[in-house]
C-alpha cells in the first residue's frame, strides 16, 4: 500500500508505510494534512485516521490547489485537464500510452527516461523486459535496494575509511525497485556471485596458510585475491547503477539499453 500527501498545493507520493510514518514524525504531515492511499475513497484529512468516529459516507473533496504535476511528463497542469488513476495524476497528451501500458502490464507506474538514464520512482515495478539487454523477462524479476550519497563524500576517505562510511550510512538515500531481467543475464549473475564467493574462499585459505607459514608473501597475494573478488562482484554482478536519488525516492539509473527507453514520457523537473 502507497500513501501520498498533499503538501504547498502539490501532491507528494508514492510513500511506502516506513517513509510515510517518517514524514509524519518530521512533522511534514499534521492532523490537517491531507493523505491519501488505496485503501481509503478519496482525500481525508490525517487527524482523521485516528479520530473514533466512523469513516465518511462520501468521498472528501479536495480543497488544495487546482494544479497538479502529470506523474509521466511531470508538467504543472490544471485539475481539470487531467485525471487522477492509482493515485497518479495523468494530462490528456499522456493518457493514452498510461492507459496502453496499463493494458499490457496490468499496473500504473512512474516511469520516465532522462537523456540516456532510466528515471522511477521508489518502489516502481519496472516493465517485463531485462533491464540489461531489453528482451522479454518473462516473469523474471529481481527486487533491488539500491544507495546512493553524493559524490562528494568521497573524499572523506582521506580522512579515514571510517570516518566515510559512518557519514556514509548517515547520509546516503534508497530507493527499492523490481527490475526484469532475462533468463540469460540471471544465469550470468548467478555465475558471477559464485565466481565472487570461490574467492573469497581462496583468500581466507591464503590467509590461513600465511598465518600457518609465516609468509608475508602469502599474505600479501591474500589480499590482492580479496581486492580482485571484490571489483569483480561489483562490475559483473551489479544490473543497474543508480546515480541520483532526490528527497522523494525518485532515482536515476545508468546502465539500461537506449531501447529500453525508448517510448517513455521525458522527465520534467517540478
Not at 79 to 103: D, H, T
Amino acid at each position: 500500500m502507497h500513501w501520498y500527501y498533499e503538501s504547498g498545493g502539490q501532491q507528494i507520493g508514492p510513500l511506502t508505510e516506513e517513509q510515510f510514518r517518517a514524514e509524519v514524525r518530521k512533522g511534514k504531515i499534521s492532523q490537517d494534512t491531507l493523505v491519501w492511499n488505496e485503501s481509503l475513497t478519496g482525500w481525508i484529512k490525517y487527524g482523521t485516521l485516528a479520530a473514533p468516529s466512523p469513516p465518511p459516507v462520501s468521498v472528501p473533496q479536495q480543497t488544495f490547489a487546482a494544479t497538479q504535476s502529470c506523474s509521466q511528463c511531470r508538467r504543472n497542469l490544471q485539475q481539470q485537464e487531467m485525471i487522477q488513476y492509482g493515485g497518479l495524476w495523468v494530462c490528456a497528451a499522456c493518457k493514452p500510452a498510461f492507459f496502453q501500458r496499463l493494458k499490457e502490464e496490468g499496473r500504473v507506474s512512474a516511469l520516465w527516461r532522462d537523456g540516456k538514464f532510466l528515471v522511477a520512482a521508489c518502489d516502481t515495478v519496472l516493465p517485463d523486459r531485462c533491464v540489461k539487454c531489453n528482451r522479454p523477462a518473462r516473469g523474471l524479476r529481481m527486487t533491488k535496494k539500491l544507495y546512493w550519497h553524493h559524490p562528494a563524500l568521497y573524499l572523506l576517505i582521506c580522512a579515514g575509511v571510517l570516518i566515510y562510511a559512518i557519514v556514509a550510512l548517515v547520509v546516503r538515500k534508497t530507493a527499492t525497485l523490481h527490475l526484469g531481467i532475462c533468463e540469460e543475464h540471471r544465469n550470468k549473475r548467478k555465475r558471477s556471485i559464485a565466481i565472487t564467493w570461490s574467492l573469497v574462499a581462496i583468500t581466507i585459505v591464503l590467509f590461513v596458510v600465511s598465518a600457518v607459514t609465516e609468509e608475508g608473501a602469502i599474505a600479501g597475494l591474500a589480499v590482492l585475491v580479496l581486492l580482485a573478488a571484490i571489483i569483480f562482484g561489483i562490475v559483473t554482478t551489479q544490473l543497474v547503477a543508480p546515480v541520483k536519488i532526490d528527497d522523494q525516492g525518485v532515482v536515476w539509473l545508468k546502465g539500461v539499453p537506449p531501447a529500453y527507453l525508448e517510448g517513455l514520457p521525458s522527465y520534467r523537473s517540478v
